[in-house]
Structures are given as structure tokens and as C-alpha cells.
């Protein structure tokens, strides 16, 4: 984790800033007192494969001498290179003749760095120069110390005072051993051959520290924080908490993967890096992670242990029972459920980490969006459950919350989609207005979609099954009825709303390519009465002869979308004409509109927040 002088989180720059894997340095490793562990590093280098999109980025010298390649978990890790997702930076272009190089240089520490004198570099043959530097790093070094024997103590601003003291007070050594470098590398050995007390060492930081700025200031790179033993170089970082090890390793143990055990299919989370379900992951565990930090920074001032401890809680009050181990290949689609649900359970239970929340994804850091699709009845909730598993998402999770069940149905077309049963009607304490209210609060969606049965007006324009969706929504339970000589006069008093602009787009742009049932858009009525009469049914087509069918939930979609400023629309299909009501078209109509709603999902129109 961050030193504790950390305690604000600011929300990530960007999320293509390159990961610079600065602990695959062994010098880094060996000026800390701490030996390189080539599975240590190859597990962090596919942490941070997993938990970020960012290109990852290293020194085409650390992956030679660490080992790494050679490591249990270093297929994966070789698996990275071979993609492109592992850029090895030198100032060399062919891989000749940075080994002509190294071996020029460490020529007097053979015993340091056999892998460069060796007949066959095995598993190094995959290791080649990818990102050209062209500055040299040894001439970097060699600058910047004779700046410091010059008497500028500026030179390792950023180090820690004590270090700053004992590298100033040993200019005498530094000098007499750059004087003495003829062609040798600029490394610990050159200035302490054996180093054996702990003070020895703060030259060796003071190379890693002028050697890790050099690098990250030409690639504009991030670094991991949190890396047990060393922490020291967390201040480096530019985008904390964001890839801080702590925490990533902390929630994908809740999710399942727990880094400290081996495992053999890391191949398959390679492979998937870079596609739409890692892009979704990655976003919703930044989202995570920063929350996460916030509400650690603002309950406890004191050091890493206390910090630890309070993030430990929290997640275990937001999680619930431990998730069962992931197989890599469902880790980026449950995973994307369940973070989903660990941010839900936050929101719910902390007001801090709901505000955070609110601010973060106001400022556009969460461009992820949320669909909330809204039934009324177990035959539309049972349409869209089986249309969803139509679209390869079949596993199914709930959230309990006050007063509903949230269905999560995974990550559809790029967005988080979420699942809500109502009662019918917009009149009862479970009606659809006050549910789509209090989810509105709870569940903060970017959209709402209603879908399930409605009835037609149309009978010589329309077939039942087919599906109406609300270009306009008429309320209808508002009227004025007024008596004369003349007879009875019913006037229309209820809202006539467009549905919102972005959502409305989506539905009308998916039928381009959709293969299924005809789609009407058009005027729909809405109203709490279940209309099973010839007589009200004319007289509502009389009403408002615009009106393409009618329904009885979207009005309490609407009064709670309008109220809140979210999105919203109604999808319905067919079921009957108002009258003379028969169950066996019940179960075709609500398919198809679940059918259509999931193909607009799938384009991935809703896959941005509006205006995103």
C-alpha cells in the first residue's frame, strides 16, 4: 500500500498510462535487502495484466536477469511478449546488439550476470527490444551522478532525507569509483564490490531511484505500489491507488483468485486481455479500488497495519460469504458480477463510499454503464432471464436489497445489466413508481428498460407478439370527465412525455439489423387499469388515435426517470388488444420484446452513460 504521507485518491488520468514493472529490476530488489523471486514478480507482472488494460512496460535488461521467463507462472508471462501486450524498452534495436552491450559491461561481474555469457538463451530468446529508447541509461546515470558530485542535491529530490544525507556523505566513494568505471556498468557493484552493512545499500537506491525516474519519464508510465519489501519506491506512483498490490491482490481474492496459490490457467486470462469483458473488469475494478482507498483514508489516519485492517473489514461487510475459486476463463464475467455487487453493497452500506461513488462516476471516471430493466410480473421476469442466457450470460446472481431482489445478468454488449421485478401497476407500495425510485437511489442506473406485455390498437396495422416501444408515452389515469346534455366528455389530463434522446436513438438504431418480430415505435399509453373492455379500449384509441398500444408500469418509469434525470424507456410486446384477453399469447410476446431489448444491448449502444 501507499505510505502512510498518502491520503487523498485522485481519480485515474487516464487509463492507457503504461505500467511501468519496476520490480522486475534486481538491482531495485537488491538495494532493499530483498533477493528477487522470479514466481514473486512473473505472479505481480499478470496481476497487473489482469487488473488494468494499460500497456505494460519493462526494461529489456529486468526480464533477462530476473528470471522471470524461467518462473512456474512465466508462460503466461511469455505469453504477453508474444502478444504485444509486454513492451521491453532499449536503446538497442536488435537483440544482437544489446547483448553485445551488456556483455561489454558486465564482462568484470560475470558471476552477477551469467545469463548473458550463456551458448542458449532458452526461454530469453522470447525477450527482444520492442519499445526503442534511444537514449542510453548508462549515460543517463553517468550525467546525473556528476551533477551530484558537482554539489546538486537535487539530483535524488523525491529519495528519503536520511538516504539523501548518507549518499552526500558519500561523494568521496562515488567519485573515486566513476573515475575508476572505465567500461563497466553503473550498478552497486561498481561502488561496493561486496556490500555487507545496511548503509552500504543506500547507493544502490539512490541508482534504482535515478534509474526508475529515467524510465518512467520516458514512457509516461505508472508504477505498481504495495509490493511487500518494496515500498520503498511507492511515491513514484502517479495514479495511486490504482494499481497499488495490496489492494488488487485483496479483491481478487473476494472474486475468487487468489494470487498466493498456483495456478496453471493464466494462459486463458492472457488471452483475454484487451477484450470487451476484461475492458468491462478492469474499468469496474478501478472504480473498486479507489472507492475502497477513500473510505480507508477517511476512517483511519494511522499506518499501513490499521489501514489493512480497516480495508479487510470493509470488503468482508461488502462482500458476504467468500466467492468459491474462479477459473480464469469466467473471471472477467462473474468477476464483472460480482464487483458489480460489492459496489451495490458499499453504496447501500456506507454513505461515504455512496458519495464517492456519485462524484466519481459524475466525473466521468466510470464511463461503464448501467442498464436497469424493469418487469412487472414472473413471466417477464422468466422472458428476459432466458433471453439474457440467450446471449451466453447464464449464470445467475441476486443482491438482496430493501425491498427487492436485484437480478444481476452479468456484463450484455459492453454494459452492466441489472434485473428488477415489480408489482403491477404504478399505485401500491411495490408499484413501478416507487420501485423505480428507490432503485433509481440504490442501484444508480444510466438506464431503465421496461419490458414485458402490453396491449395493441392497432389490429389491421399489427400482430400480437410483435413489439411497441415508446417514441412518446401518454399518461392516461389524469382526465377531466365532464357531463352535458350532449353526453359524457373525457379530456386527457396526464403528462405526454418523448422518451429521453440517447435511449430512444439505441432502440430505433437496433433495428437495422434485427431479424426477429416487426418493431412499431409510437405513442403508448400508460395507466394503472388492466383494460380487458371493447368499449374502454375504443375509447382510449378515440382519446388519443396517435396511440400505437397501451400498458400499465410506464408511467411510474417515467415520474421516477424524469425526477432523477435518468434515461428511460418502454419495450412491450403484444399480448392481446384490450379485450377479450387470452393467456397463450402471453409468453411469445413478452420473448420477443426481452429478444429485442437484449439485441439493442448487444450492439452496445447502452454500453456508454448518456452523453458519454
Request: glycine content about 10%; overall charge neutral.
Amino acid at each position: 500500500m501507499q505510505p502512510e504521507t498518502a491520503r487523498s485518491v485522485q481519480p485515474p488520468v487516464s487509463q492507457g498510462r503504461p505500467l511501468f514493472l519496476h520490480f522486475l529490476n534486481r538491482e531495485l530488489n537488491r538495494a532493499l535487502g530483498k533477493d528477487l523471486d522470479p514466481e514473486f514478480c512473473a505472479r505481480h507482472v499478470l496481476l497487473g495484466a489482469v487488473t488494468t488494460d494499460a500497456p505494460l512496460t519493462s526494461s529489456l535488461a529486468f526480464v533477462w536477469e530476473s528470471g522471470v521467463l524461467d518462473a512456474p507462472s512465466g508462460a503466461a508471462v511469455r505469453d504477453l511478449l508474444m502478444t504485444g501486450e509486454l513492451l521491453l524498452i532499449s536503446e538497442f534495436v536488435t537483440l544482437d546488439e544489446f547483448l553485445s552491450s551488456v556483455q561489454r559491461l558486465y564482462r568484470h561481474d560475470r558471476t552477477r550476470y551469467p545469463m548473458y555469457f550463456r551458448d542458449s538463451p532458452g526461454q530469453l530468446e522470447a525477450a527482444r527490444p520492442s519499445l526503442d529508447k534511444g537514449a542510453s541509461t548508462t549515460a543517463f546515470l553517468s550525467a546525473r551522478i556528476e551533477e551530484l558530485l558537482g554539489g546538486d542535491p537535487s539530483v535524488v529530490d523525491g529519495m528519503v532525507r536520511s538516504d539523501v544525507r548518507g549518499i552526500m556523505r558519500r561523494r568521496g566513494v562515488i567519485d573515486a569509483a566513476m573515475v575508476g568505471r572505465e567500461e563497466r556498468a553503473i550498478t552497486l557493484s561498481l561502488f561496493k564490490p561486496e556490500p555487507r552493512a545496511p548503509d552500504d545499500l543506500v547507493l544502490g537506491r539512490m541508482l534504482s531511484f535515478l534509474h526508475l525516474s529515467h524510465y518512467l519519464d520516458f514512457v509516461g508510465a505508472d508504477i505498481m505500489t504495495g509490493i511487500e519489501g518494496l515500498t520503498y519506491f511507492d511515491a513514484a506512483a502517479r495514479q495511486f491507488p490504482r494499481h497499488d498490490a495490496w489492494y488488487s491482490s485483496l479483491i481478487l481474492a473476494h472474486l475468487g483468485l487468489d494470487l498466493r496459490r498456483p495456478r496453471t490457467d493464466w494462459g486463458a486470462l492472457v488471452a483475454a486481455r484487451g477484450s470487451l469483458e476484461h475492458q468491462v473488469f478492469q474499468e469496474l475494478f478501478g472504480q473498486l479500488v479507489h472507492g475502497l482507498e477513500d473510505q480507508v483514508a477517511s476512517r483511519s489516519e494511522a499506518g499501513g497495519l490499521v489501514r489493512r485492517h480497516v480495508a479487510r473489514r470493509l470488503m468482508s461487510e461488502w462482500t458476504g460469504p467468500a466467492m468459491g475459486e474462479l477459473a480464469a476463463g469466467s473471471l472477467y464475467d462473474a468477476g464483472t458480477a460480482r464487483l458489480s455487487e460489492i459496489i451495490a453493497a458499499g453504496v447501500r452500506r456506507s454513505a461515504g463510499f455512496r458519495r464517492f461513488q456519485e462524484l466519481y462516476r459524475a466525473g466521468g471516471n466510470a464511463p461503464l454503464a448501467r442498464v436497469l430493466i424493469l418487469v412487472a410480473n414472473d413471466l417477464e421476469r422468466d422472458a428476459v432471464i432466458t433471453a439474457a442466457a440467450g446471449a451466453g450470460k447464464r449464470e445467475l446472481r441476486r443482491t438482496f436489497i430493501p425491498f427487492h431482489t436485484v437480478f444481476h445478468l452479468g456484463v450484455i454488449g459492453g454494459a452492466e445489466v441489472l434485473l428488477v421485478q415489480s408489482e403491477q401497476g404504478t399505485e401500491s407500495p411495490g408499484g413501478m413508481t416507487l420501485t423505480a425510485r428507490e432503485l433509481i437511489e440504490q442501484c444508480n442506473p444510466d438506464y431503465m428498460v421496461l419490458t414485458g406485455i402490453a396491449y395493441g390498437l392497432r389490429e389491421k396495422e399489427q400482430r400480437l407478439g410483435e413489439v411497441l416501444v415508446s417514441a412518446r408515452l401518454r399518461l392516461i389515469d389524469p382526465r377531466k370527465v365532464a357531463e352535458d346534455e350532449s353526453g359524457q366528455t373525457v379530456i386527457a389530463r396526464g403528462d405526454m412525455v418523448s422518451s429521453p434522446v440517447t435511449v430512444l436513438d439505441r432502440f430505433r438504431s437496433a433495428g437495422v439489423d434485427w431479424h426477429g418480430t416487426r418493431v412499431h415505435f409510437g405513442l403508448l399509453l400508460s395507466g394503472s387499469i388492466l383494460i380487458n373492455s371493447a368499449s374502454l379500449r375504443n375509447e382510449l384509441a378515440r382519446l388519443e388515435p396517435d396511440a400505437i398500444g397501451g400498458e400499465m408500469e410506464g408511467a411510474g418509469l417515467y415520474c421516477a426517470g424524469a425526477k432523477k434525470h435518468v434515461e428511460w424507456i418502454v419495450a412491450k410486446g403484444i399480448s392481446d388488444w384490450g379485450h377479450d384477453k387470452a393467456d397463450h399469447h402471453r409468453p411469445q410476446a413478452a420473448a420477443n420484446a426481452a429478444s429485442y431489448v437484449m439485441h439493442v444491448l448487444h450492439t452496445g449502444g447502452l454500453a456508454r452513460r448518456p452523453g458519454g
